[in-house]
């Protein structure tokens, strides 16, 4: 689990938070390496973004050795 907190006002977990862009970026990145993305908003306040990775997705980046895995070329996804 990668895990981002901050101690903010928070928001109200009925809001709607997936009208702009952020949430859905980050949670397409994180379905790349095949992970799932969570935020919500604790009751004492501020905002918490949980990003969940699959253990297989860990055990393959452990085995490759720094920079193996671009190999010179860049690793960007976009999709429109």
Sequence with gaps: ???VTDDGVGFSNGAELRQGL????????AQLIGGR???????R???RVSC????????SRKKE??????Q?????????
Excluded: C
Aim: overall charge positive; glycine content about 14%; aromatic content about 10%.
């Design 22 to 29: 952020g949430f859905h970026i980050m949670n397409y990145r």
């Design 1 to 3: 689990v990668l895990r």
């Design 37 to 43: 993305l969570e935020i919500d908003s604790p009751k």
């Design 72 to 80: 010179g070329k860049s690793q960007r996804h976009w999709r429109p």
């Design 65 to 70: 050795t720094p920079g193996q895995g671009s």
């Design 52 to 59: 969940y990775l699959p253990n297989k997705a860990l055990q």
């Design 45 to 47: 306040g501020g905002t």
